[in-house]
């Protein structure tokens, strides 16, 4: 409308004259002009860039540095008005505060279309926020990282009993102690990127009943996996907001030919007596974050019994050997990527295989993020101090290309797409001055940890 015009012309010279002093005005400009086009009528918006300077800087930054953040702005530019907000580069609440904030949400809304639109708008503001922090550097990678699983777990604290509850009119109440949800991966230790998946367990414990009380009874194993697949169908589904999460579900008992959910007797007995030592290596960072805190207690007993099972030294290190070899076969030309931080020799799963090898020969519970599972080793003597300390630098940084890059794009990282105003804040955050020392870094840092890798895995000390 022409009050939006007339706002915008007056804005426009200054708009320009921040671009231009970017990075990259180029890829600035470009990311403007699709950052303009995805907007509704915007006299809203240009009368908060009026009033509120700063924001203009933010934009800026965003549009010079991290184009899926700017690409989200764009549809939906209210998120301006939480920017302003006095609690927006705050510490990020913890799981109870979300979690109550994200039930009032649902709960308000008048049908469960509405309720799935609102999760979605409500998970992708908040991974906004943590986004933008971490642009700032308001908040570091590592703890864009928990915030990231923080906010996950606020969203399945409220969906599972929600699930529930449609469930029970039909199909009557949950039986016996009901399901958890067991967060695997990055879900699990804390580690999760804006575009992780949510790898997840769901366990259940039914008491000894053999049907729901519904008016259309179910069998247990029957009313439990039902439970799970409306439970991923509601972080999946794409509505109008596009999807909640990505589910993954291939790390449960028996993989994709198992149940969609598993007893808690057949879980314990199965993690004791017949899991592959890959699923006690991806064990090693499970963690119950939704459901019966007694179940989840039991949950967890289980898990500690398995991982804390004697094991051959010589028969893990092998069986981890020969899963390194079989994913190098795999993932032959991510391997040779300079780019490349999480697929390949010395790169983060590479890492990850070793740490977790070590856990499953000295299990402790609390230790589930790479970070954590490296001091206890380093603490044990299992990893000298030399190797601690290569290893701590490679999670450290590593992990920190990973976080940031994600910011820009999903999918292998390209240096010409991703624009100067990445590379800088890339080159900034691993302490490095300009791109030539980043490959450096990155070269030296994947060479260094991934003889450290082959070391342990044969057994060299």
Known sequence: NQRAQAIFKR???????????????????????AFLTGLPAGVQLFSLFESNPQLLD??????????SLAQYLGRNAQVFDAVIGSDFFGAMPGVSALRQDFAALISSQPDYEKQLDAGRIWVKEQQFRVGVQMLRGVVTPAIAARNYATIAEA?????????????????????????????????????????SDL???????????????????????QYFARLTQALVSALTVQTAHGAMYKVDMRLRPSGQKGPAAVALSGFAAYQLNDAWTW?????????????????????QGAIVRALSARRDEATVLADVRDMRERLAQV????????????????????????????????????????????????????????????????????????????LGYDGTFDPEKAGRGMMNLLAKVLNVASEGELVAELTSIKSLAGDIVTRKLQGAG
């Open 11 to 33: 804005l426009l010279p200054e708009i320009l004259r921040r671009m231009a002093s970017a990075a990259d005005a180029d890829a600035a400009l470009l990311q403007f002009d």
């Open 58 to 67: 933010l934009l800026v930054d965003i549009c010079a540095t991290a184009p």
């Open 155 to 195: 969203c399945m604290q409220v969906l599972l009993p929600m699930i529930s509850g449609n469930m029970a009119p039909k199909h009557g109440v949950v039986p016996g102690r009901g399901a958890v949800v067991l967060a695997m991966g990055k879900f699990g230790s804390g580690e999760m990127t804006v575009t």
């Open 199 to 221: 790898d997840l367990i769901v366990v259940y414990d039914a008491g000894g009943v053999e049907k729901s009380d519904g008016a259309r009874p179910l069998y247990v194993a």
């Open 279 to 299: 699923e006690h290596l991806a064990l090693c960072r499970a963690r119950v974050v939704a459901g019966d805190a007694g179940l989840a207690g039991a949950v």
């Open 331 to 406: 993932n032959f030309a991510e391997e040779s990527a300079v780019w490349e931080t999480k697929l390949g020799r010395g790169r983060l799963l590479d890492i990850e295989m070793v740490l977790q090898a070590g856990m499953t020969l000295h299990f402790r519970a609390e230790c589930r993020s790479s970070p954590a599972m490296l001091e206890h080793l380093a603490d044990l003597g299992w990893l000298n101090q030399v190797q601690a300390g290569i290893l701590r630098n490679a999670v450290q940084k590593l992990s920190a290309f990973q976080q940031i890059a994600r």
